[in-house]
């Protein structure tokens, strides 16, 4: 019976998922980890921003809360505002938020790509509980702006470039579309969760905060675009898309991307080589989004590649933080494949870590879920 079901759930899958080349590829790649993973996150209960608080929050409890990643005590001025150390993580601020974030994205993704290998909606349905929590119930909720986000002890209570840690939402953004085109979202749910996201683009797109952040000539003003298209890919807001194609076709491709494809002021940063791969992820996942297929990003991965696969071969500085722990199987690779069909960039991404274990390595993964991204 058990066999029968197993056979089932798989033809169901086979026949509603559109299955590309590259999507069979990649299931092959990760299916086994997947549905692994699948099974452990059964057991885990929805955790959102309201489970944790911190008294240096200017914010409420349904409030985002994080501090800075590179801002640090003074210990000329111990009473005195942060100061700021790049590249170099303060252990001590308060993060609780973003985890529990990227914890809800991954088992958000990760059920819904166990029902895209299944078609069990029992995953599915552990999915929507975590959604519920964050969207609907008004315990749990969190509310849709980032106006306390990367703050900075005795200085601000927010700041525009906190909108980054936005990006852990847009694979929570693609599974809902995915589960409500298989119709297992009820429309009341459906309306509460397109009213969510649809507040937060009100808010990241009129807050000065928001156009702060979208004004950033770095990956900061990549990922306000990617972040932004993806939510409003989702809520189909036609007006927003049309704006972040155009931002990013003739703004940000041209204005961060130098001739010979490398991206100048990442590679002025004191991660140059993380903050390179983690712009050219965002970089691809808005071409993904859009479908574009402008040859003039495949540039971008030509500068690169030759660093990811010999990253001994990298003549600018190593990063100050996690240089060993990089490159994992980065987005780009296929999606960049997915365009321009260059077999070596997927070879490549077949290679390397698709489960990375570090936190900080983790957090500038803005795609950990492919398989999401890969149905038709």
């Not at 939402?169 to 649809?198: N, Y």
């Not at 939510?231 to 049309?242: C, G, P, S, V, Y």
Request: hydrophobic letters at 40%; proline letters at 5%.
């Amino acid at each position: 019976m058990k066999k029968a079901l197993t056979l089932l759930f798989a033809f169901i899958s086979i026949q509603n998922f559109g299955q590309s080349h590259l999507f069979e590829k990649v299931s092959t790649v990760l299916k086994k980890d997947i549905l692994i993973e699948a099974k452990n996150n059964l057991n885990e209960k929805p955790i959102t921003v309201t489970y944790f608080s911190s008294e240096r929050s200017a914010g409420g409890k349904h409030d985002f809360f994080s501090e800075g990643d590179y801002w640090w005590p003074d210990s000329a001025h111990p009473n005195g505002p942060y100061i700021q150390k790049d590249g170099l993580t303060n252990p001590d601020n308060f993060t609780a938020h973003r985890k529990a974030m990227i914890r809800f994205s991954k088992i958000v993704a990760n059920q819904t790509s166990a029902f895209i290998i299944t078609g069990n909606t029992l995953y599915a349905k552990q999915a929507l509980k975590h959604i519920r929590a964050w969207f609907i119930d008004t315990a749990t909720m969190m509310n849709p702006s980032l106006l306390y986000a990367q703050a900075i002890t005795r200085k601000v209570t927010g700041r525009g470039v906190g909108i980054i840690d936005m990006i852990q939402m847009i694979e929570v953004a693609k599974s809902i579309e995915i589960l409500e085109k298989h119709h297992l979202i009820k429309q009341t749910d459906q309306l509460i969760i397109h009213g969510w996201f649809k507040q937060y683009l009100n808010w990241v797109t009129t807050h000065p905060y928001g156009i702060e952040e979208r004004e950033a000539k770095n990956n900061h003003g990549t990922c306000w675009v990617m972040q932004v298209g993806a939510f409003a890919h989702l809520i189909n807001d036609t007006t927003l898309l049309k704006f972040c194609k155009d931002r990013y076709l003739h703004l940000i491709l041209p204005n961060q991307m130098a001739a010979n494809g490398s991206f100048p002021l990442e590679l002025k940063r004191t991660k140059p080589y993380g903050y390179s791969l983690f712009n050219l992820d965002a970089i691809f996942t808005i071409a993904h989004i859009y479908k574009i297929t402008d040859t003039s990003i495949k540039k971008s991965i030509d500068f690169i590649y030759p660093y990811v696969k010999d990253k001994k071969s990298w003549p600018y500085p190593k990063d100050v933080m996690y240089w060993e722990e990089w490159p994992i199987a980065a987005p780009f690779l296929l999606f960049g494949y997915q365009i321009f069909k260059e077999n070596n960039w997927l070879a490549t991404w077949e290679q390397l870590n698709h489960f990375p274990k570090n936190e900080e390595v983790i957090r500038n993964l803005p795609i950990r879920n492919p398989l999401i991204w890969l149905v038709d």
